[in-house]
């Protein structure tokens, strides 16, 4: 999709609309794309697309996703402020999105047509980024748990944003600001640390992996000392000074 900036306060939702076209020229057919089932969160719940016809009428009809598919949307997001330095304490900022559509856009396409043979197709879901940073806070948290254990986390810094949502922004983002790429695998999550003064955890995660998306970082907490102490840090870098942030000693789970 197209870059587009947005501010959110910590609210339940956000409306974003996608057109057909737009995923298109984004995204195109992706050879792969049928390896991919409807998401289970989609499974039974049809959603609402505003179609314009050919001849101009525009009315709203409900698609059921395990015939069409649905579309799945991933925010690009600044660094963390824990690592950017911005003092935006209140607000969940990103500025743009990736949207997919599973399993397979030409399926979407061609079930629309089949259809409806539209002119154009809009759709509108309302989208929770502040729930879905919370998500991300979630795998982050559990993976460094499960790597470190509750013993190798001397601060988390992850447990109120993960239960109110409030100053999310701190912890999660992403550090390319949210470039695409492609990994290898449907999830990966590598955990490491930076160098920061106190060489806090963190954990980067990608979702469908197999298709472009951005890689999100998610600030868990600061380590106790026995987990770092023999890890060559190359240099120091204060919290806010990002562009001197490394990550360094990634372990993968996949």
Partial sequence: MGSR?????????????????????????????????????HKGKSYPITITQQDGRVKTVDIDPAKFG????????????????????????????VTHV?????????????????????????????????????????FAIGKYGLGGIKTCYLLDAIETGSGIGQWVGCLNHGNTSEGKEHIEVEGGFVNTPTRDIV????????????????????????LVTTIPFPRTAWPGSAKDIEVVRLYAES
């Fill in 5 to 41: 900036e947005g501010k959110l306060q910590e609210a339940p939702g956000h409306n974003i609309k996608v057109r057909t076209r737009d995923i298109a020229q984004s995204l195109g057919p992706d050879p792969r794309s049928h390896k991919y089932a409807v998401p289970p969160g």
């Fill in 70 to 97: 649905a579309p799945m949307h991933y925010l690009m997001l600044p660094c963390p402020r824990y690592l950017s330095g911005e003092t935006n304490d209140k607000d969940f900022t990103f500025h743009g999105k």
């Fill in 102 to 142: 599973l399993p397979s856009l030409e399926r979407f396409k061609d079930e629309l047509k089949k259809a409806f043979n539209p002119k154009k197709v809009d759709i509108t879901i309302n989208f929770r980024p502040v729930a879905f940073a919370q998500l991300l806070a979630k795998i982050a948290y559990g």
């Fill in 203 to 226: 954990v980067q995660v990608r979702l469908f992996g197999n298709l472009r998306s951005p890689t999100y970082i998610i600030i868990v907490g600061e380590p106790k000392e026995h």
